[in-house]
């Protein structure tokens, strides 16, 4: 079956750093790689999103670099602050195959 | 407009008995889908529906089943309650139906004794 590896499995990093988040997928017939971020309680939402004709997308403080050759891709966050501590999932495909998420990432921003 | 809706948020049900999960899509969205989140790990893919067909299944065993009806909300069944389906089951929808773009609703958390 299929897999997203991701890591780290969990990040503390200090207000304003830039944490980090990996992901390396198996499948290259997908050609859509979201990342979701999802609080205590919530469901995931979607944060920022990216296909591989590109190598990296920008939306606000958040940052998807994207290595097709190494069939990695990264999550930046850029001045992170508290209120982005959330657990982030990576994920690949869509459509009829549904999305294949990795395992998540718990990220504490600590003031 | 309201997001995905989903019923009951909460729920405890004993082993070898049935549940009904209900989902409403957000208004327009004609693709719904199915994904089960065990504690500390990521969502896994069930189903996905597109004008009330099944598109795509997951690896699931037949306990598992869904279905759409013509307002395009859905249902998930699943019979013969396990312990280890006690799970926070997530619905989400998706406007053109064959992209990644979900938007989940806050999901229904089922308990199995």
């Known amino acids: 079956q299929q897999q997203v590896k991701q890591s780290p499995q969990s990040l503390i990093v200090q207000k304003g750093g830039i944490p980090i988040i990996n992901c390396a997928y198996e499948n290259t017939a997908f050609d859509y790689f979201p990342w979701y971020q999802q609080f205590p309680g919530k469901g995931p939402a979607l944060l920022i999103a990216i296909r591989p004709d590109v190598s990296e997308k920008k939306e606000g403080r958040f940052t998807i670099s994207f290595n097709k050759s190494a069939k990695q891709f990264s999550l930046h966050i850029m001045d992170s602050q508290p209120g982005d501590s959330a657990t982030y999932f990576c994920?690949?495909?869509?459509?009829?195959?549904?999305?294949?998420f990795g395992k998540g990432t718990h990220l504490i921003i600590q003031p | 407009d309201a997001g995905v809706t989903q019923s009951p948020t909460h729920l405890i049900k004993t082993r070898g008995q049935h549940v009904t999960l209900r989902c409403s899509p957000i208004s327009g969205h004609k693709s719904v889908s199915w994904y089960q989140q065990v504690l500390g790990q990521g969502p896994q893919f069930i189903f996905q529906?597109?004008?009330?067909?099944?598109?795509g299944r997951g690896n699931f065993p037949d306990r598992f089943s869904a279905r759409q009806f013509p307002n395009y909300s859905s249902e998930l069944n699943v019979n013969a309650l396990l312990l280890g389906d006690s799970a926070l089951y997530l619905c989400a929808s998706d406007g053109r139906g064959n992209t990644g773009e979900l938007f989940f609703g806050e999901g229904s958390r089922l308990t199995v004794l």
């Open positions: 994920a690949e495909g869509g459509g009829a195959d549904g999305l294949t």
């Open positions: 529906y597109y004008e009330k067909e099944e598109r």
